[in-house]
């Protein structure tokens, strides 16, 4: 098990949008903005490195849930910030608050949940459903 984590711990993940990041980069007729799974990404990002300080041994914390709007647009060259907020907990689930903002305005919010797992025990079972 995790040491406590305090409902409120936080952290942020940041990057600056390339073309890779774009809608266009996966098809040519779509525009070149921020793509809403590369958002999500990022506040997953932020909501596991919150969460990995207080892991122990071989624990980590992986995504079960996503529940997030993307509301505004941005472009080639803009800087995101997405900043994740310990909001709940129960048991080895967590919901974690995720903000994400170009330089200037909120383009996305909502929740993720991660939960605890051993990454060894995880590691195991995946080698089993392959057998």
């Known amino acids: ?13 940041g990057e600056t949008v390339a073309f890779e990041h774009t809608l266009e980069s996966r ?16 506040m997953e990002i932020a909501a596991f490195h919150a969460l990995q300080p207080y892991m122990e041994g071989d624990e980590i914390t992986v995504g079960t849930a996503i529940h997030i709007e993307h509301r505004a647009a941005s472009g080639i060259g ?14 080895r689930f967590y919901t974690v608050s995720v903000v994400a903002r170009d330089d200037a305005q909120e383009i996305g919010r909502g929740t993720v949940g991660r939960a605890v797992v051993s990454v ?3 590691v195991e079972k995946m080698k089993r459903k392959k057998a």
């Open 27 to 42: 098809h040519p007729n779509l525009p070149p903005v921020y793509s809403t799974p590369d958002m999500i990404r990022l």
């Open 78 to 91: 803009a800087r995101i910030r997405a900043e994740a907020t310990l909001e709940s907990f129960d048991g």
């Open 120 to 122: 060894g025990k995880f």
């Open 1 to 13: 098990m995790p040491k406590p984590i305090p409902i409120g711990t936080r952290s942020t993940a």
